[in-house]
């Protein structure tokens, strides 16, 4: 593919957009938009993209176990990099229209708040706190329920989403910093045949995908153990049906370590060695977020 890189991702005005811009911020690249997750990753495992932006895990929900399993199951693109990006969702809507004595948006005013379900979990207390009259509607992304209320004046309704997607829509931020908790940050892969040339970054990772023998009492202490005593630390491990039979599991695991290092392949060949199989789904820089 020549000319600039292009990178699938989920709708235009989502927290996933703001996160593709902060870590390309500076550089020639082309966003492509898709509707869904499944247009995300066959956009780049199709070719036409370079890299798909995937948010995989959030400090509220935890993980994102669709998009972990597209990754093991419907694809096979290396992982090139991880980031972090807060998940800051607003109450969008008009203030003219929703506007009380004090000039200021009355919650009275609203019938009906738009969002995608992830967000609308992540703003409950909020909800119900401001808004326990309103009604709840959940749609594909943030951004689309934004552009629903753009398109729908005086009907007092409002949306929860990101400042960039009421920039776009032309609407206004009835109230900063919705969400129920401060630290809601979400963490993002970039994934692709293309290799990613980011900036430098000090801290790497490997994330690796393993399978135990079925005829291996305590293979995962054994799994463990290959890391443990040689001092190596895992910042996640996490189980996943194989979809093979019921009881049948992978494990998810991220290393603190680049492949490039003596002990980690010295840890997956002992891991190997009891009969275990070792998928290497991406060795990669871990960004930092800077405000």
Request: proline share 6%.
């Amino acid at each position: 593919m020549s000319g600039r890189h292009k990178v699938a991702v989920l709708p235009e005005g989502t927290v996933s957009d703001e996160a593709v811009r902060y870590l390309f911020r500076g550089q020639d690249v082309e966003f492509v938009y898709c509707k869904m997750i499944s247009d995300v990753f066959q956009s780049t495992d199709a070719g036409r993209t370079d890299w798909s932006v995937i948010p995989i895990e959030n400090t509220i929900d935890g993980s994102v176990s669709l998009h972990m399993d597209w990754l093991v199951h419907e694809v096979d693109l290396p992982i090139r990099a991880e980031w972090i990006f807060p998940s800051i969702q607003n109450l969008i809507g008009r203030t003219r229209e929703l506007a009380g004595e004090h000039g200021k948006w009355d919650p009275a005013k609203i019938t009906k708040v738009f969002s995608h379900p992830v967000a609308m979990a992540q703003c409950h207390d909020f909800l119900r706190a401001k808004l326990p009259h309103a009604e709840l509607d959940t749609l594909p992304s943030t951004s689309e329920a934004v552009r629903l209320v753009h398109e729908n004046p005086g009907r007092g309704w409002a949306a929860i989403g990101t400042h960039l997607a009421a920039a776009n829509f032309g609407l206004d931020i009835l109230e900063a910093g919705v969400t129920d908790h401060d630290n809601n940050f979400t963490r993002f892969l970039l994934v692709g045949a293309a290799p990613y040339e980011g900036p430098d970054a000090s801290r790497r990772k490997t994330s690796l995908l393993i399978t135990l023998p079925e005829d291996y009492p305590g293979a995962l202490h054994q799994v463990l153990s290959a890391f443990a005593w040689r001092k190596v630390n895992l910042s996640r491990i996490e189980s996943r049906p194989t979809k093979k039979r019921l009881g049948s599991y992978y494990f998810f695991i991220d290393v603190e370590l680049s492949l490039d290092t003596v002990l980690l392949p010295a840890a997956i060949s002992e891991i190997e060695a009891i009969g275990c199989q070792v998928r290497i789904l991406g060795s990669y820089p871990s960004i930092p977020y800077e405000a």
